[in-house]
């Protein structure tokens, strides 16, 4: 029996809420051996004074060593082994512009480039047009029909876009057109089997057109095309766990990844406040909360110790707002760790916390890296996270007799 | 996706270098209860300096409870799970005895036995010969010839010798020829499939050849064979991490061992002293190297808590010299638990301690069993300690997107 066959087992439902906080890359190191991380400098009496009646441990998003990015970190936390269900790039570029993909839809990687007059590449960036031009472009590129599906073009940024085409049995196993080098003419795509063959002919005849449309667009006057991709064939979370679910998360990557996996996706503003505001208003409509907040990671990408420390704090702030709420279980953790000293995502274990009636406490009083080591959950795999939500919101019955 | 597949689309090259120390049988046990490990009663000061600025933890070599040969115990430290790829007895031997085992080889270990007058085995040991005596019957059998194949036959020790099958399409699926009893005859090799039957063919053959040979050299007149094995079908281990790779080792057998998962086999003399100057020799030649150290497994197999302390501190000695050197990433571990208390391999969690520029340090200062409870790797399978030397080398892109 797998895991999702036991969860679906075991399942109950009780009326109990569950508050899934995701400071995002929360985890970190000293800038110097010995020295205190990110969370360890920070002050945070809210999230201390959960570990004090909580209990905490390590997350590892995948397996030692592996650093995950923001797709596969979420997956595990939502209970799906990052190893078995992967998003493809061209899905997640389309989940970060909020574009809606369904069942039928192969989404698609694109960047402007610049084509000689004998079609070979001579700028890979056609010359990174400003995001104004990339819109003007992609207007351009809409106005293009083949026939026997429906194509989506949508500016990303600069010499970025995504493409989205969506049809019946429209597979994914398609070659990159974009050659990675200059000299060269963008490749043809082709599929690896009868469905990606399908995809790949659909795409051919959009090239064509593209490159007809654009032609008199020197320096942004062709395409290539990379990380062909489908949705992942997965089970619902709503489904999995019983559970209706919302995603209150301020940002488009994040939101996405959860309309992946089935949750409904609430406008919750801008920010930490407005996110609270809207948990309080939907409580009653809902039995699980994902909320985002991205900062911690951000700051810690820009290598910037102290915003990351200050960015700590702010999230430490909200968490009474939360728990007034009295959720039956709140976990407070991240995708995976983003240490300022790496200015990256990075393997480091993450720093976790769950408090809820029959917790079994630990020692553990301060909300860290290092206390966290001394934690009754262990160093756990983060795919087993949401066992731990429904247990201790004894969503669970027991396995056998 | 399974984490061979991983670790080819996550590594990098980046220069860096990796110092895998294995000290053979490292773990221990008090002799009385509450008392202290052979690693706790030693003085490592160069070790617990390790420990102080490193991440420390256990590895565990299979699973919980299970004692690994040296076999298992490598394949584990190498990455390879120890459960899918199986070292058979005969490669095991052979290796042992530093012969080059190839892909179309099947290996066996031999015993010479003695048969009486009826073909019956009267004495499974041939009355223990000498070694010398074992050298002069192997001698003999090395006239034999066997059209199909090629035959090794290489002496051990005493009674014991290896036997080499080399051929096109020979399978290891035969069983025992040792009936493991006296007075009853040697059994025939039958082979459990067409290629396994080919070998039983032939090795008949060999038998009878034999048989003939020995027939008036009572009491080593006959023989038996056991643990018929080809080589693992495995990805070698510098294809897979994509270092070049290289084994600095005193003893055959972890030669061998290196050899059969493809790494470079250096010749590092008879010492740590030879070894460590080996390794300064080729330190640009090379991305990877796996010292391995004897004499911490060999004192604690002999039952001699106070020798094994010795040896610790001759290999804690050593460690100043391997760290002038500045690899990238330093590992100390051990391929399993060897407490003299119980004079062999045992299944205890083996001290692993991992230098490195972006470890997360724990609190651990000292290196030693109960210290490596509270280190910052927690309890880990053997098997992803590749990953973390990986991933803390740099060698590692983030997995997904």
């Known amino acids: 029996m797998n895991t999702h066959e036991l969860?679906?087992?075991?399942r109950e439902k009780n009326g109990s809420k569950i508050v899934l906080f995701v400071a995002d890359g929360l985890g970190g190191l000293p800038l110097t051996p010995g020295g205190l991380t990110e969370l360890e400098t920070a002050k945070t009496p809210n999230l201390d004074a959960c570990a004090k009646v909580g209990v905490t441990?390590?997350?590892?998003?995948?397996?030692?060593?592996?650093?995950?990015?923001?797709?596969?970190?979420?997956?595990?936390?939502?209970?799906y082994d990052p190893l078995e269900y992967r998003i493809g790039r061209g899905i997640l570029e389309a989940l970060g512009i909020n574009f809606q993909v369904t069942a039928k839809d192969v989404a698609i990687r694109g960047n402007f480039c610049t084509l000689g007059a004998d079609g070979k590449i001579t700028d890979r960036r056609a010359g990174r047009p400003t995001t104004e031009r990339c819109v003007e472009i992609v207007n351009k590129l809409r106005t293009i029909k083949v026939p026997g599906c429906e194509l989506f073009v949508e500016p990303v940024k600069e010499h970025r876009f995504v493409l989205v085409v969506r049809g019946e049995g429209l597979g994914d196993?398609?070659?990159?057109?974009d050659p990675q080098?200059?000299?060269?003419?963008?490749?043809?795509?082709?599929?690896?089997?009868?469905?990606s063959q399908k995809t790949a002919d659909l795409i051919n005849q959009f090239i064509a057109k593209a490159n007809e449309v654009l032609k008199a667009d020197a320096p942004t006057n062709g395409l290539t095309l990379r990380g062909f991709a489908s949705q992942p064939q997965i089970i619902s979370f709503p489904e999995l766990y019983g559970m209706r679910s919302a995603a209150l998360a301020v940002y488009p990557m994040y939101r996405g990844l959860a309309r992946l996996v089935g949750m409904d996706i609430l406008d919750a503003g801008d920010s930490l406040g407005s996110q609270v505001a809207k948990l309080?208003?939907?409580?009653?409509?809902?039995?699980?909360?994902?909320?985002?907040?991205?900062?911690?990671?951000?700051t810690g990408e820009d290598g910037n110790f102290p915003a990351k420390v200050q960015m700590i704090e702010r999230f430490d702030a909200i968490i009474p707002e939360v728990r007034a709420l009295k959720p039956d279980v709140l976990i407070v953790t991240g995708d995976h760790s983003t240490p300022s000293k790496m200015k990256s995502h990075s393997f480091h274990p993450v720093p976790t916390l769950l408090v809820a009636d029959d917790v079994r406490t630990d020692e553990v009083t301060e909300f860290g890296e290092r206390n966290c080591l001394r934690g009754g959950l262990g160093q756990f795999q983060?795919?087993?996270?949401?066992l731990l939500a429904m247990a201790h919101a004894g969503r669970f019955g027991k396995y056998g007799a």
Chains 1, 2 share one sequence.
């Open 7 to 10: 969860i679906q087992e075991l």
């Open 57 to 79: 441990g390590l997350s590892l998003p995948v397996l030692p060593g592996i650093t995950p990015g923001s797709g596969p970190g979420h997956l595990g936390l939502f209970g």
């Open 173 to 177: 196993k398609v070659n990159d057109t």
């Open 181 to 195: 080098a200059v000299g060269v003419t963008p490749l043809p795509a082709k599929g690896a089997d009868p469905a």
């Open 280 to 298: 309080k208003e939907v409580w009653n409509d809902y039995d699980f909360f994902f909320l985002h907040y991205k900062y911690t990671d951000s």
């Open 382 to 386: 983060a795919m087993h996270l949401m």
